[in-house]
């Protein structure tokens, strides 16, 4: 029975995330609905990663195991007639029967995205949070670079998770910048927040996230991340940024990589 990994880019707005849920208003639930539809079998597809609701992925990576014989290369354009339009599937392959979305993942790509502008960008209301207030760009690049590497992110996790370690390694961070015309605010700019680590805790990302942009607020000092991450106490660390700044923007395994810019079949 062949083992197809395929790419997925969406749209959360309009989702309660991306796991199953029972009124079936999730990214999964659309997949399988179109899998369904396609073939008639009744799968669960298993992906690289929970997004929560509002969230959205550029490079998001499922896999399902299938009976049907359509060739790969024909299962994109198939998928996609049966989709909703907030919801694309870029790329597939057959991979081995040993292949697990979430298991074989060796390194993700989150990026968070904030319009710093006295107005919101209506164009981009639903995938950037609007800061209409001046940020110190330095200050947030430097607090972003002290979480680099392996440290017990505890302070940077929901208290809801139930996990055995708060052990995670982030192999590298980036602060990015994007000019923006905008004559009533001559400081606008689009800012993304980019790490990249062997996993991540729940609400991880959109925690650094809040906690970083306090540092651009002058609320917070970059010198301040050490001790938060010391102290594994989640009242030390900023406020849990909304989600819909937030995409899963490319996972990485031995054969591919799921970004869109990546040059393969996949």
Not at 186 to 198: Q, R
Not at 233 to 258: C, I, K
Request: charged letters at 25%.
């Amino acid at each position: 029975m062949p083992n197809i990994a395929m790419v997925v880019s969406y749209d959360g707005t309009a989702y309660n995330g991306f796991q199953t849920q029972p009124d079936g208003n999730t990214v999964q639930d659309k997949l399988e609905a179109a899998i369904r539809h396609l073939t008639g079998e009744e799968l669960k597809v298993i992906s690289s990663g929970r997004t929560d609701a509002g969230v959205h992925a550029r490079g998001q990576v499922i896999n399902f195991f299938t009976e049907s014989r359509i060739p790969v290369e024909r299962w994109c354009l198939a998928l996609n007639s049966r989709l909703p339009k907030d919801i694309v599937v870029y790329s597939g392959r057959e991979v081995s029967v040993d292949f697990h979305a979430r298991r074989s993942a060796k390194r993700k790509t989150y990026r968070y995205s904030i319009q710093r502008s006295k107005f919101h960008d209506v164009f981009h209301y639903n995938t950037r949070f609007h800061h209409p207030h001046k940020l110190a760009i330095e200050p947030m690049r430097e607090a972003l670079e002290a979480l680099t590497g392996e440290h017990d992110f505890t302070s940077f996790c929901s208290t809801r998770a139930s996990v055995e370690s708060h052990v995670r390694t982030l192999y590298s961070t980036r602060l990015l910048t994007e000019s923006y015309a905008d004559l009533e605010d001559s400081d606008a700019g689009v800012i993304h927040l980019e790490v990249t680590g062997n996993g991540f805790l729940y609400n991880m990302v959109r925690i650094i996230a809040g906690t970083v942009m306090e540092v651009g607020e002058g609320k917070r000092s970059p010198q301040d991340i050490p001790r938060i991450l010391a102290g594994k106490d989640r009242a030390l660390a900023g406020p849990t940024a909304v989600p819909h700044g937030l995409m899963l923007w490319s996972v990485e395994y031995n054969s591919f990589q799921s970004g869109l810019d990546y040059k393969s079949d996949v």
